[in-house]
């Protein structure tokens, strides 16, 4: 769906952007400047316009552009509704001629209003009743519409992922904290990126409208209570799923909310320091003057506990183009040069934690009429080590509150795969 939405002035410069997806950049807007804001498009050509494999679909308010950016084959009629939606939400709360100084002083109302329409780059609920519950910074107007106020609330209800009467024979939680690790190391084995993002996924089956509390090993809270020996994890940004109260998380940290029924993504988080990286790789390549022959050496060691294991391990292990044959020694699992990849493969099904493996690979190479040099692109990674976070983010408690008080079965997993795992040598 909608990977990206910002808001333009005049000159092309970003008022506001805001992020769901990370296939598109800021960049991109570089691009839609000189080919739609300069060239003067808009109201003479369709607002759809393709530029270099992404559709940017816009309109204009006054003198700013309202612009939704995706990669996917996305229903333009449902992206330009949800401009229109979040222009007309805009008005409730800045009034009808909003222009760009009464948007640069309520940025946090507006990202707060864009968090809520959207989650993951699907629009959610757009009802100016129903979001005037949730946002408390800003006042929106009691009547935008012709429409009667109270209809909005009528057909949606207050709580509209939810619906009344739902019963399970068993109320039980399932909470799934699923981690992907960013790293690049430079050949000297210094980080160049080192990151961790997070979802927390939950699948409820609970029976009326039950309160939820939520808790996680949350830095800022854990100093807090001082309750906690174990120290905390600084959690630099996160977004959440539109049931939670986000007055709540402002004033004190607790996310609050009332579940939907079923599977769906309660948050988002980021975390950037004191990560434990599962592998740890030391390279080392040795070219022959003639440039008939390279030898590398490489050598894994798990990182994580020996009670656990790592699944589907692959590592692949660039090689020159020219490259003829690979004779390969490894102490487990499977390796072979694969030419399609330009690299060695070395994939492992399970790998214990603490266990160290090496593997050492004598290449042949093709002789060339013009020698180039090897450019050398970074190993590139893949895992998945299930009970094992990256960031150290745990689940602290989980509270099911409600009126007939009855008990509530709580499962936890964790999962940490590799996200763009690479190290160069």
């Known amino acids: 769906m909608i990977s990206m939405i910002m808001v333009l002035n005049q000159?092309?410069?970003?008022?506001?952007?805001?992020?769901?997806?990370?296939?598109?950049?800021?960049?991109?807007?570089?691009?839609?400047?000189?080919?739609?804001?300069?060239?003067?498009?808009?109201?003479?050509?369709?607002?759809?316009?393709?530029?270099?494999?992404?559709s940017f679909l816009y309109t204009r308010h006054l003198n700013m552009y309202f612009v939704a950016m995706t990669r996917s084959n996305v229903n333009p009629a449902l992206v330009i509704e949800y401009l229109f939606q979040l222009i007309r939400i805009l008005k409730a709360y800045l009034g009808e001629d909003f222009?760009?100084?009464?948007?640069?002083?309520?940025?946090?109302?507006?990202?707060?209003?864009?968090?809520?329409?959207?989650?993951?780059?699907?629009?959610?609920?757009?009802?100016?009743?129903?979001?005037?519950l949730y946002i408390n910074l800003g006042t929106a107007k009691e009547k935008v519409e012709t429409e009667p106020s109270q209809l909005t609330s009528q057909i949606t209800g207050a709580i509209d992922w939810r619906r009344e009467g739902i019963r399970h024979k068993k109320n039980e939680v399932y909470i799934d904290v699923l981690e992907s690790v960013n790293l690049l190391l430079s050949n000297t084995g210094s980080v160049?990126?080192?990151?961790?993002?997070?979802?927390?996924?939950?699948?409820?089956?609970?029976?009326?409208?039950p309160e939820c509390k939520f808790g996680l090993n949350d830095k800022l809270v854990i100093d807090k209570e001082k309750e906690d020996r174990k120290p905390g994890v600084e959690i630099d940004d996160c977004t959440f799923h539109r049931c939670v109260r986000l007055g709540k998380f402002d004033a004190d940290r607790t996310i609050t909310f009332i579940p939907p029924d079923g599977e769906f993504e309660l948050m988002r988080y980021r975390v950037t320091d004191n990560i434990n990286l599962p592998f740890r790789i030391i390279p080392a390549v040795q070219e022959e003057p003639s440039l008939t022959k390279v030898s590398i050496n490489l050598k894994v060691i798990a990182n994580f506990s020996d009670q656990l294991f790592a699944t589907h391990v692959v590592l692949k292990i660039p090689v020159p183009k020219n490259t003829s044959k690979a004779k390969i020694k490894n102490s487990f699992g499977r390796a072979k040069y694969e030419p399609e990849q330009q690299s060695i493969v070395w994939r492992v099904k399970r790998f214990a934690g603490k266990a160290e493996c090496i593997i050492n690979a004598e290449v042949d190479l093709m002789p060339t009429v013009r020698p180039k040099p090897w450019t050398r692109p970074p190993i590139v990674v893949e895992f998945q080590v299930p009970m094992f976070t990256a960031s150290g983010v745990h689940v602290r408690f989980l509270r099911v509150y409600d009126k007939s008080g009855y008990h509530t079965n709580r499962w936890v997993r964790y999962i940490t795969k590799a996200g763009n795992y690479q190290v160069r040598f």
Do not use: H, W
């Not at 948007?103 to 009743?129: K, W």
């Open 11 to 54: 000159k092309g410069d970003i008022m506001i952007s805001r992020q769901y997806r990370d296939d598109v950049g800021r960049a991109a807007a570089d691009s839609f400047r000189l080919q739609v804001v300069a060239a003067k498009e808009t109201g003479t050509e369709a607002p759809v316009k393709r530029i270099e494999n992404c």
């Open 192 to 209: 160049l990126r080192n990151e961790v993002t997070g979802a927390v996924q939950m699948n409820t089956k609970l029976t009326g409208m």
């Open 99 to 132: 222009d760009e100084t009464a948007m640069r002083n309520n940025m946090t109302l507006i990202y707060e209003l864009m968090d809520e329409t959207m989650d993951f780059g699907y629009p959610q609920n757009c009802a100016v009743d129903v979001l005037r």
